[in-house]
């Protein structure tokens, strides 16, 4: 059975994750040899997740480990008291 | 990861024996996380901020009744969560959900941006300033429900079943937000990247 394109961007993410059962996955992988389009989107949605797992795109304020430090420093003396 | 669990749990009874200094080392790996969790509630830098100090001591105040049963990041997250959607209610008495978010329920067809470039953007490119800041917007502008789901999976690493925890939803729903979310992402971003990727350099392709 051939798969058509709008089938296999059902289960993108699914096929990253690796949650398509093994017939699925080999029906994907067999469209992908030779559907470029597909693979773009493939490949598009896989530097997606590259980028968002970067620690530089989604930054922490600057100061915050120290502030939130601070701030449970005085939490644990008023417990003590 | 047995290590890990064996040196939190050891930590945890150390703290709630009256070694409470320790609470600073054992929630040390877990700041961002909190952090970024919160972020993906409130959408809100200093809202976030003071959230995530919150959320980590009512983490401190309630030690006691975590019994182990969930991992300790993902107990930790569901706090997070809570006390984000707490200080989401406060913030507007309106409806919590906007009214532009989707329905759920049958597979919506998201049509994926169909543009062979992007495979071709190489390594370079990826460390783009711009594309950083791009896809920040772009998970901004999520609807809430696939944010969240994404913040968990993609950015914080949790797994389904996790994730489906900290959110209260069924497994089956963050794998469809969570689907529909990448789809989005990409559907914005490809067009980025097309007027930018040069035309040669190191490949980043399918290798991954």
Not at chain 2, 62 to 87: C, M, P, Q, Y
Request: net charge negative; proline share 3%; charged share 35%.
């Amino acid at each position: 059975m051939k798969l058509e394109c709008k089938h296999v961007w059902e289960h993108i993410s699914g096929y990253i994750d690796e949650t398509v059962d093994a017939k699925l996955r080999e029906e994907i992988e067999k469209h992908l040899e030779h559907c470029e389009i597909c693979s773009a989107v493939l490949d598009a949605t896989r530097n997606i997740l590259v980028l968002t797992a970067d620690d530089r795109t989604f930054e922490l304020p600057v100061g915050y480990s120290e502030r939130l430090h601070q701030r449970l420093e005085e939490e644990l003396k008023r417990k003590k008291q | 990861m047995e290590t890990r669990g064996t040196t939190e749990a050891g930590l945890i009874a150390r703290i709630l024996a009256g070694e409470t200094e320790l609470f600073h080392e054992l929630i040390r790996p877990y700041e961002r996380m909190v952090y970024m969790t919160v972020f993906s509630v409130v959408k809100n830098e200093a809202e976030a901020e003071d959230g995530a100090q919150e959320a980590m001591i009512n983490a401190y105040r309630h030690l006691a009744s975590f019994r182990g049963d969930a991992k300790f990041s993902t107990w930790l997250v569901t706090i997070a969560i809570n006390e984000g959607r707490k200080r989401l209610r406060k913030a507007k008495s309106a409806p919590e959900e906007s009214i532009d978010e989707p329905t759920e329920g049958q597979e919506g067809e998201f049509t994926p941006a169909l543009l062979t470039d992007w495979r071709e953007i190489p390594l370079e490119a990826l460390e783009r300033k711009e594309l950083r800041e791009a896809l920040r917007m772009a998970v901004a502008g999520l609807p809430d429900i696939y944010r969240q789901v994404f913040t968990l999976r993609d950015l914080e690493e949790l797994n389904v079943e996790e994730t489906a925890q900290a959110l209260g939803i069924q497994a089956g729903a963050v794998k469809v937000r969570l689907h529909r979310a990448r789809m989005m992402l990409q559907k914005r971003l490809v067009p980025l990247l097309k007027t930018t990727a040069p035309s040669r350099g190191r490949w980043f392709g399918r290798a991954l």
